[in-house]
């Protein structure tokens, strides 16, 4: 008898150059029980968008070469990636920034300070839909 696949862990994309950030960003996905993919500058999380096709990308603004703006641009104007959810993570929060990133199609944005903080993980996870179901152990008799 074939046993039934249950539902797949959501895929994320992180494009973040700080690499104790992008740390801190994995472990706080793992924790919403998502596999994570990291891109440390803009040109390469692109890239691995349109390679992998995450459920959501997170994105800083100040990056490397390509930065979050075009970024941003470059995935809005990739048909198969248009629709895809994306979520600014940065320390400039600027009103100015959100209306911006808004305009070019960002979904969410996000206080880098305060998502590392723990803060801000509801709102991520309302991209990723309902937490797989976990089992439950069997208590100990």
């Given at each position: ?7 797949r862990r959501k ?64 995935l809005r104007a ?64």
């Open positions: 008898m074939k046993k039934k696949a249950g539902p895929k994320v994309l992180v494009i973040e150059d700080d690499a104790d950030v992008a740390k801190i960003l994995e472990l706080l996905l793992h924790s919403l029980d998502a596999d994570v993919l990291i891109a440390d500058d803009g040109m390469t999380g692109v890239e691995m968008a349109r390679a992998e096709r995450p459920d959501l990308v997170l994105v800083d603004l100040h990056l490397p070469g390509m930065n979050g703006i075009e970024v941003i641009r470059s990739t048909p198969k990636l248009a629709g895809l959810p994306l979520i600014v993570v940065t320390g400039n929060s600027t009103v100015e920034t959100v209306r911006e990133t808004a305009k070019l199609g960002a979904n969410d944005f996000l206080v880098k300070a305060n998502v590392l903080a723990g803060a801000g993980l509801e709102r991520i996870q309302k991209y990723l839909g309902p937490p797989k179901s976990r089992p439950r152990t069997a208590a100990p008799k």
